[in-house]
């Protein structure tokens, strides 16, 4: 695989370490450590939870932990390395059975000002999506019902794409017509605001159907340009993964794989159905990860940047059981849960789990935080018609604060309106740094509406950011990242009066 600088477009340099981990690989004359994208350990799994029931979907907050959902239980917990899961919510109204219950979740891309978690489940009488907040559980708000449902072919997934729209993976229900019937948002894939609503640009005006002719899709993941792929269970014969487009029909149940009819998309990717079900998928850089469920192992797919795809390699063949969910974390690893106690697999003592798989060339730190941005870069929002994304805006690193600490800002994506930056912190001194607080003001009132790893306090355009509990503490030549995502209007020039200081 083609090795690859963490940073995107024309960016900052800054220097990886910490985060989690720490870099031990090559350093090209003039720029930071690099690893390879997509490489990671899988011979040295890190537990981060074990003992869960049919383990679903599971969705990043800001601070590095994740959520979990319980298929079975409607239970949501919260996880973290080296902590005890935490029950956070209950999901009333699910009526779980065969594939039914609990399923996706996903963290509103404003998380930092309203607070939402959004979650699809199987109700009494359809699949629906509801938002609620952390701090009131209790109070759920339905943004989308009446989603045919049934034991089977409930399809579940949702994920916020860069163009800050929900997606929903909807299966089938059992009736194939389904797929194919542009009335129906069965068999689909949806997008949506995060009221529910219909985006003006979708594919059709006033429907929340995006593309259509799909059986039971079970993963949504996005590259570095903005382009969505979905992984998908097929019935007797082939799986696959597809790369989407506005409107585009997949044929089934018309074809199942790749076809000759000219109507419909073929898939980047079959397997047989006894290699894969394939569930949850997720992105780092170029490759594409698949978890399968029936195959018992997770499938490392190299994407070719033009929407096709390499030959799939297999990771952990056999050796968690079924695999039902992957997701890149904030801190750059990837974490994977097993789905052994859903009525299919042969559970072990601990299970279900879900396990931490660092970078290839990646050494532990005591504390996890945050270097790699939490989601994938934001580009132009999708259209019916293509597009083409802005170029990111070259700037200049700034001179770094004196003292103990030092502070480094790269920006790391540009779109119109929007971008994405981080910031180093570094600890210069000989002693531990217990504590440390960055600020700058912005010259041209951009705004923050999305920062992880960090607290914010925005007085105008007057930015302060003080450390979390968990990355507080720097060890000398140590060093942790924040990032976040702002807004712009008219010019968008990086901050070269970045201060750290310490208690």
Not at 20 to 27: D, N, Q
Not at 344 to 349: E, H, I, Q, V, Y
Request: aromatic letters at 8%.
């Amino acid at each position: 695989m083609r090795n690859r600088l963490l940073v995107a477009g024309a960016a900052l340099v800054v220097g990886l370490s910490g985060a989690g981990f720490a870099v031990a690989g090559t350093t090209p004359q003039g720029g930071p450590g690099v690893l390879a994208a997509g490489e990671f350990d899988f011979s040295r799994p890190q537990t981060v939870a074990t003992n869960l029931v049919a383990p679903w979907g599971l969705a990043f907050l800001p601070d590095g932990s994740a959520l979990v959902a319980e298929r079975d239980s409607a239970r949501v917990m919260q996880i973290r390395p080296g902590q005890t899961p935490q029950q956070v919510a209950t999901i009333s109204g699910v009526t779980p059975g065969g594939e039914a219950g609990l399923l996706g979740l996903a963290i509103s891309p404003t998380y930092a000002s309203d607070r939402y978690v959004y979650a699809y489940f199987t109700a009494s009488g359809d699949n629906r999506i509801v938002r609620f907040r952390l701090d009131a559980p209790q109070t759920q708000t339905p943004i989308l019902t009446g989603l045919a449902k049934a034991n089977f072919h409930d399809g579940g997934r949702i994920a916020f794409g860069p163009d800050g729209m929900l997606y929903a993976g909807v299966g089938d229900a059992g009736v194939t017509a389904n797929a194919q019937n542009a009335q129906s948002r069965n068999g689909k894939i949806l997008r949506m605001r995060p009221d529910g609503s219909a985006p003006s640009d979708n594919p059709t005006a006033g429907s929340l159907v995006y593309s259509l002719g799909h059986r039971n899709v079970q993963g949504l993941a996005w590259d570095s340009q903005g382009r969505l792929y979905a992984s998908e269970f097929g019935q007797n014969t082939w799986d696959e993964v597809n790369y989407i487009v506005p409107g585009g029909n997949y044929g089934w149940p018309t074809v199942e794989g790749r076809g000759n009819d000219p109507r419909f998309r073929n898939p980047i990717v079959t397997w047989t159905t006894a290699e894969a079900s394939p569930s949850g998928a997720t992105i780092d850089g170029n490759v594409l990860f698949v978890a399968a469920l029936r195959g018992t192992r997770l499938w490392q797919v190299p994407l070719t940047g033009d929407g096709n795809a390499g030959t799939p390699v297999a990771q952990l063949n056999g050796q968690y059981g079924r695999l039902r969910t992957v997701e890149r974390a904030p801190d750059g690893s990837l974490w994977v849960a097993t789905s052994n106690r859903d009525g299919r697999g042969s559970p072990a003592a601990t299970d279900d789990r879900v396990l931490r798989f660092l970078p290839t060339g990646a050494t532990p730190t005591a504390n996890p935080t945050t270097t790699r941005p939490p989601t994938t870069s934001p580009t132009v929002t999708p259209t019916v018609a293509p597009t083409t994304t802005p170029p990111v805006v070259p700037t200049t690193t700034p001179p770094p604060s004196s003292g103990a600490c030092t502070a480094t800002y790269r920006q790391t994506n540009q779109w119109q309106g929007g971008f994405q930056a981080d910031v180093t912190v570094r600890n210069n001194g000989t002693a531990t740094l217990n504590g440390w607080t960055v600020r700058w003001t912005f010259a041209n009132g951009q705004t923050i509406s999305q920062l992880w790893s960090g607290t914010l306090t925005a007085s105008g355009s007057s930015i302060t950011v003080r450390n979390v509990s968990y990355n507080g503490s720097l060890g000398p030549n140590a060093s942790t990242t924040f990032g976040f995502n702002g807004s712009w209007n008219g010019t968008n020039t990086a901050p070269t009066n970045l201060t750290c200081t310490s208690p």
